[in-house]
């Protein structure tokens, strides 16, 4: 799925920094999650399938934790190139990945198996190093959790 013709930010890791379980592109048996920046927030989908459950219908909750934690690694590392001027369609690999420092999951309802979701991202703040992000993941209409993040970009 393409948005804007953009790249998506996991794509732009270096190799030596694309192994994670949840969004690397090379980690061939993950979750190959993709972030895409449009406008000022980013969105990334995800399919889940039954291996994913936890009652009957249901996402298991660890899935909706790891998802908005590697969307919120990409989505702060996508605003940090937006605040350092580095246009994403127009370079091979970005300087910078961040990694999890806090993750504060909601859920607000059962997310349901089967229904494609939608993770979104906004910049709530960049200090320094520090960048918080606020996500939704939402199946269908129905927000099934919040969650927000502090990352930190890894020193170059």
């Given at each position: 799925m393409m948005h804007n013709k953009s790249k998506a930010?996991?794509?732009?890791?270096?190799?030596?920094?694309?192994?994670?379980?949840?969004?690397?592109?090379?980690?061939?048996?993950?979750y190959q999650l993709?972030?895409?920046l449009v406008g000022d927030e980013t969105i990334a989908h995800f399919l889940p399938d039954e291996k994913f459950?936890?009652?009957?219908?249901s996402v298991y909750g660890g899935l909706v934790a790891s998802l908005l934690d590697?969307?919120?690694t990409g989505s702060a590392a996508a605003f940090v190139c937006v605040q350092e001027n580095i246009n994403l369609?127009?370079?091979?690999?970005?300087?910078?990945r961040c990694v999890t420092a806090s993750l504060k999951v909601d859920f607000k309802a059962p997310t349901p198996m089967g229904v494609e979701l939608?993770?979104?991202?906004?910049?709530?703040?960049?200090?320094?190093r520090k960048i918080w992000v606020d996500m939704t993941l939402s199946a269908d209409d129905t927000i099934c959790a919040t969650g927000e993040i502090l990352a930190i970009k890894i020193k170059d």
């Open positions: 930010i996991q794509d732009l890791y270096p190799d030596e920094l694309a192994h994670c379980y949840g969004c690397g592109k090379n980690n061939l048996d993950g993709k972030t895409y459950t936890a009652l009957p219908g590697c969307h919120g369609n127009e370079v091979e690999t970005i300087p910078v939608k993770l979104r991202g906004k910049l709530q703040s960049i200090e320094g």
